[in-house]
């Protein structure tokens, strides 16, 4: 036991130093990123290498229904082999214990990769990159909400309470005394995150009522989606300390802008040199191969980046969220933005991506999209000028449209894995039946005596 916690990371070791470990979190993310998995006593997990859980798990829609996605044998829930990766050991320090949580990767009795494991999908994405001596590097911003406590699905959502006693303002961007009245809140995941071994790169109060921003270091790929994916338990165990939801629906609240999850890229070499800048420090053409695979593929991938039908209610004019795959330099009204950086940080923010999107998928849907563009040899359209909300909307309005072109986009999902492909098409499809029982309050209201 003591052995096997000397080789825990360091910030898991510090959070222990002390205590005895009770728990162990033994975790994977499912396809919308809810942590399934199983806890179980340290001792036990000391002695074992792997644990089961049936592959049905990723079959399963957001409501908790079952979509018809098995293999050819049919819905017999054969079980997966699920082994740790020590490297994402991080504390639980919101339990009454101490606990530590471990993501484990996900492989079928053979030893193969499940395909359809959110992880496993990125992991494809990023070999390919790495098997053309390239290596992606990746720094997401979460944006959030947080809210009222909200136990009656009839009700809208409203904002919480600050410390001043009164509901959260819109229209406060940037405003430090707004962050203010979430100190408490705020408090608490820094705490969280330093105890889990996270850098925060910055945190502030975006346009919506109790809307939050935060911002993480870029790095590797799959280590920023684990932070992505632990963050989301951490933010909302940190908001019921202090009576409030943290909500990361991509349109919460009637009015207020959407929440994003913006993903910065740049490409580096063997050497360690950013790709999208020359000896020169020019843009080269793989800068703008990248850009033109976003605009290219990101259409077809849309269905990964905004996976539910609330999801497209944030794609509205003017309401800070982009409605085309228009391209620009530091120009945050195009749905491809470059920032300004000098050419070692060169990179390409994609802004259309939602927060409701699993992290995984996200940025394994993003850099797919660059990928193609880079190996195909894309051309972007002329860099947009102005204000890119006057320009034609290009993107799918809706889910159903997303996922027809999800499935006819067999580029792409040769990128993402073919096996995925079918399952995350089939999930959501039947996930979009069930909204379909859904009668809501804007069809009673002028649909119930006036058609």
């Keep these: ?6 080789a825990l990371p360091k910030h898991a070791r510090a959070y222990l130093a002390g205590h005895g470990l009770d728990e162990v979190e033994c975790i994977v993310s499912d396809l919308p990123g809810i942590a399934r998995g199983k806890a179980v006593p340290a001792s036990k997990f000391a002695k074992q290498t792997q644990f089961f859980l049936p592959n049905s798990i990723y079959f399963q829609t957001i409501t908790g229904g079952w979509a018809e996605a098995a293999a050819p044998e049919g819905f017999v829930e054969p079980d997966m082999i699920l082994k740790p990766d020590m490297s994402t050991a991080s504390a639980a320090p919101w339990t009454a214990d101490w606990t530590l949580q471990v993501i484990h990767d996900a492989y079928d009795r053979n030893g193969a990769a499940i395909p359809f494991a959110p992880r496993n999908v990125l992991k494809r994405v990023v070999d390919l990159y790495t098997a053309r001596g390239w290596t992606p590097i990746v720094a997401p911003e979460m944006e959030f909400y947080l809210v009222a406590p909200n136990i009656d699905p009839g009700q809208s959502i409203q904002p919480m309470m600050g410390r001043s006693g009164r509901p959260a303002a819109a229209r406060q961007a940037y405003s ?27 945190i502030t109060h975006e346009g919506g009522a109790g809307q939050l921003e935060i911002n993480l270091r870029h790095g590797d790929p799959v280590r920023l989606a684990d932070e992505v994916f632990f963050f989301k338990r951490l933010i909302r165990e940190a908001a019921l300390k202090h009576n409030c939801f943290a ?22 070499d063997a050497d360690g040199n950013n790709i999208f800048s020359g000896q020169n420090d020019e843009e080269t053409p793989h800068f703008f191969n990248f850009i033109g695979g976003l605009q290219t593929h990101l259409p077809s991938a849309i269905a990964l980046l905004a996976p539910y039908v609330n999801s497209y209610r944030r794609y509205v004019k003017d309401q800070a969220a982009p409605i085309n795959l228009e391209w620009a330099r530091d120009n945050r009204t195009t749905g ?18 939602g927060m409701d999107c699993n992290p ?32 034609e909307e290009d993107i799918p309005r809706d889910l159903y449209s997303a996922l027809d ?47």
């Design 360 to 391: 995984y998928l996200g940025i394994a849907a993003s850099l797919a999209c660059g990928y193609l563009g880079m190996v195909r040899g894309d051309t972007p359209q002329e860099p947009f000028s102005g204000d890119a909300y006057q320009a």
């Design 336 to 353: 491809i933005r470059i920032p300004i950086a000098d050419p070692p940080g060169r990179r390409v923010e994609n802004r259309l991506a």
């Design 176 to 202: 430090m005394s707004a962050v203010d009245e979430f100190g408490p809140v705020i408090d608490d995941i820094y705490d969280f995150a330093e105890a889990q071994g996270f850098e925060i790169d910055g």
């Design 405 to 451: 072109l999800f499935d006819e986009a067999s580029e792409l999902q040769e990128v993402l894995g073919p096996d995925f492909g079918r399952v995350y098409s089939i999930v959501k499809r039947e996930e979009y039946d069930e909204f379909l029982h859904v009668i809501s309050p804007w069809e009673r209201e002028h649909l119930l005596m006036n058609v």
């Design 247 to 268: 909500t990361f629906m991509a349109k919460p609240i009637e009015g207020e802008p959407g929440s994003a999850m913006h993903i910065h890229h740049s490409v580096l």
């Design 1 to 6: 036991m003591s052995d096997w916690i000397a």
